[in-house]
């Protein structure tokens, strides 16, 4: 044997960030946790009751490599109600989440050497996905415009060796909206220099004072440069089921179909009929977890304006990403003082992309007692007082 035992490109990627600071908190029930990105409600009863029929009937088997047809006939209808037409037999592929589909998407498109264009601060696993691929990152900093990926930034970025742009919107970690204005800008630079846009819109169901979420593949022509990354964790309440989609031109859906006959095989079938029940039978449970989280990102803003924290209001998703700086503590630093000093977990910023430094992810998908609690605590701290419980 000659080298390393490990693949090179594998051991150059780090831990999740958030993973760490989850580490820290299980099996502890005096922390409160902001941190883990996940709804604090159960999954809606009429879909794991649908699950629990279909396990009594023994339906246990692989489904077909693409996914329940009768569910992807589901989501191509509620992709029509967002302005998108995708053929429901080979323009729509179940995958195990969200993020097995992006990183299946990532293998099919990229080449060593073809540039990525992201949009930071971004979700944890883009990035080490790309760099899978052996394709070179280009990160765009958000945090001069409100954290809003801008066309004009972006045009700034590209090179001759540009091929993917990667969007998240609602976004993880700061719950911004990119505005349909800005995104038909960005659409047609996309369609301008002839690049791929991946768009994470799993949190499009959770968005606020009746906003509507716009995806940037219902702008005209952009069915051919658009992958639509969705899934049922957050709105649904289904982290656990590993359930999602993607949606795009069918050239490129049978190619990333390939990649996932070998990886994957199918989603639990389980869950299929799961998320096929919430989108025939569970929009008014979503609705109510909607409002929930809205009156949460109230409180929260609410709290930060009191403690002197400014921050950007979240138009979706249930994040929040307020400005620390003024503690003259990183986003590291911080996050780990809260913790072991006054037991609330966030994630530092610098989890998301350099320019998080400064701020800290606060996932308010939880209790309003903890919350209310964990802005106390996290009051007691800025003040340079001891947690008094």
């Known amino acids: 044997m000659t080298g390393s035992r490990f693949s090179e490109k594998m051991l150059a990627i780090p831990p999740s960030p958030i993973r760490k600071f989850f580490d820290l908190i299980i099996g502890r029930d005096d922390i409160i946790s902001l941190g883990v990105g996940e709804p604090d409600f159960p999954t809606p009863w009429c879909m794991r009751e649908e699950a629990y029929y279909h396990l009594e009937q023994g339906h246990t088997s692989y489904t077909s490599n693409w996914g329940l047809l009768e569910l992807r006939e589901a989501i191509a209808g509620y992709l029509r109600g967002y302005g998108m037409e995708y053929d429901p037999k080979d323009e729509i592929l179940i995958t195990v989440g969200v993020s097995e589909g992006i990183d299946s998407v990532l293998r099919t498109i990229l080449n060593p050497g073809d540039e990525i264009l992201v949009s930071e601060p971004c979700y944890v696993s883009y990035q080490p996905l790309a760099e899978l691929c052996g394709a070179k990152l280009v990160r765009l900093d958000t945090s001069a415009d409100g ?124 869950s299929q009929y799961a998320a096929l029940e919430g989108l025939r039978h569970g929009a008014a449970e979503v609705e109510k977890m ?100």
């Open 290 to 389: 909607r409002l929930s989280y809205q009156q949460r990102r109230n409180l929260m803003m609410k709290g930060f304006a009191e403690m002197g924290l400014p921050v950007t209001e979240p138009e979706g998703a249930f994040y929040i990403f307020p400005d620390i700086r003024c503690t003259g503590l990183s986003s590291e630093k911080f996050a780990e003082k809260l913790i072991r000093e006054y037991k609330v977990a966030v994630v530092p910023g610098t989890a998301f992309g350099a320019c998080g430094e400064g701020f800290v992810r606060c996932c308010y998908a939880t209790e309003i007692g903890k919350l209310k609690e964990a802005l106390r605590r996290m009051a007691l701290m800025l003040a340079g007082k001891p947690l008094d419980v």
């Open 147 to 270: 954290f809003i990926p801008t066309a004009e930034r972006i045009r700034e970025k590209l090179t001759p060796a540009s091929k993917v742009l990667m969007i998240c919107s609602p976004n993880n970690p700061t719950g911004r909206m990119i505005p349909a204005a800005e995104l038909e800008k960005i659409a047609a630079l996309v369609q301008e220099h002839d690049l791929w846009v991946l768009s994470d819109e799993v949190y499009c169901e959770l968005v606020y004072d009746g906003r509507r979420h716009v995806s940037i593949g219902s702008f005209p022509g952009m069915k051919r440069h658009t992958v639509v990354l969705n899934g049922f964790s957050k709105a649904f309440a289904m982290t656990g089921w590993r359930i999602g989609f993607t949606a795009a031109d069918r050239e490129l859906v049978h190619e990333m179909h390939k990649l996932h006959q070998y990886s994957t095989i199918c989603a639990p079938i389980m």
